[in-house]
């Protein structure tokens, strides 16, 4: 069989396709874990020096205090919208959720960050077809004024489904931040 000059072009691009489609796709689990990583960013990661452009300290009165908190709870309730369902998102704006984080930042003048999330065990739920993840999330939090950064671990659990297409956390439970938390 002899090629023309003209099909090499051709066999490239039909070489290169073949190459493409046979890269691994992502598997479910890895991204879910990718889902998860960019919720608790959304939610975790936060700072003393975003409240009130970072003047929380000098308001004057609790109205002042107030409307930075409330200002920084509806930032971090609008960012984490789109890895959850509807009914977990309501659940999760309606319990205050945010506030948790902005509380500990407060109380600890500090940043959080998410330093990291793995996936413990991930399996399909054969009752309703959902997937079930079981996580351990690692915050940092920085303190920039001499003290030393501290961690913070939580367990957790999702669970995953679709929506129109999309992944989405049906549920997710890392018992929140709670003051027996905090370093």
Not at 2 to 18: H, T
Not at 27 to 38: C, N, Q, V
Not at 132 to 160: R, S
Request: overall charge negative; charged content about 25%; glycine content about 6%.
């Amino acid at each position: 069989m002899k090629l023309k000059l003209g099909s090499l072009p051709l066999l490239v691009l039909l070489i290169a396709s073949i190459l493409t489609g046979c890269q691994a796709q992502p598997s479910l689990e890895e991204e879910a874990a990718s889902l998860l990583l960019s919720l608790k960013k959304a939610q975790y990661e936060f700072s003393y020096s975003q409240l009130a452009d970072g003047h929380y300290e000098q308001l004057a009165s609790s109205t002042e205090k107030g409307d930075a908190y409330f200002l920084a709870f509806q930032a971090i309730s609008e960012k984490v919208k789109p890895f959850f369902h509807q009914k977990e998102y309501e659940k999760f704006f309606k319990n205050r959720v945010a506030g948790m984080t902005i509380e500990a930042v407060i109380r600890e003048k500090c940043e959080i960050r998410v330093k990291d999330v793995r996936m413990d065990e991930f399996y399909q739920d054969e009752t309703n077809g959902t997937y079930i993840g079981h996580y351990t999330l690692e915050l940092q939090f920085l303190y920039g004024n001499g003290l030393p950064d501290k961690a913070v671990v939580k367990k957790g659990q999702i669970t995953v489904s679709q929506v129109d297409g999309v992944w989405k956390l049906e549920r997710d439970w890392d018992g929140y931040l709670k003051e027996s938390d905090l370093p």
